[in-house]
């Protein structure tokens, strides 16, 4: 695998939330740099094999908003 795509969200209890597409892969953290660097973590313990490890982890950032038509 050559990459992984993890789907960014900011939490309703303030933080931020990813989601891995495609791995059962999930963190959380206060922070936008802490995230990035829980997704890190999570990507090396779920790949215990190293050669399986995808090279390049993707975040797509999602923010969701409501307005008033």
Known sequence: MDEIIFLVE??????YV?????ASIFTEADTYEALKEMIKDAVHCHYEDAS?????????????????A
């Open 10 to 15: 900011e939490s309703l209890e303030g933080g």
């Open 18 to 22: 990813a989601r891995a597409l495609g």
């Open 52 to 68: 399986l490890m995808p090279k390049l982890i993707r975040l797509h950032f999602v923010k969701e908003e409501v307005i008033a």
